[in-house]
């Protein structure tokens, strides 16, 4: 996983081409989305960059998602930091976090008869691509099929993903 851009492949590490630096990167090709190649230094720590989750790892994440709270935002105006100091974890945990808050949100927002939120709907796309993504290779599944398994393993029907 590499930060916000989800699951990528690992090309090449070593120095770039470009230039006569010895420094070491990672060629990282995003997975799921655009043709593109990213460059990021080996020791940087500017953006998290992890292992994917073991098949294990991602059974045991859904069976515990029923009770993984939702995101207590008592601040308003700090509700777009929190978001993104959230999905900047690159932590599945806070992803279902976050897509609960969104969706509840979502949801209440809807039956009073407003429209949900720019940053709302950014944040809820973001946080189930980068999810539903990574469970997706782990489990060797087609991304569009995860919201339909994570629903059958834990016994209810998901819209979006309400848990």
Known sequence: MYGNTGVCKIED????SIGSSDKEYYTLVPVYGRNSKLYT??????VVIRPIMTKQESDALINEMEEIDALRIGDEKRREEIYKETMRTCDCKEWVRIIKTLYSRKMDRLSRGKK????DERYL???????????????????????EFIGEKIGKKLTMMGI
Not at 125 to 141: I, K, R, T, Y
């Open 125 to 147: 796309q973001m946080a189930e691509e980068n999810l539903f993504g990574e469970l997706a290779f782990s489990l060797q599944m087609p991304k569009e099929k995860v919201g």
């Open 41 to 46: 230094a080996v020791d940087s720590d500017k």
């Open 116 to 119: 949900v939120t720019s940053s």
């Open 13 to 16: 590490i070593g120095p770039l």
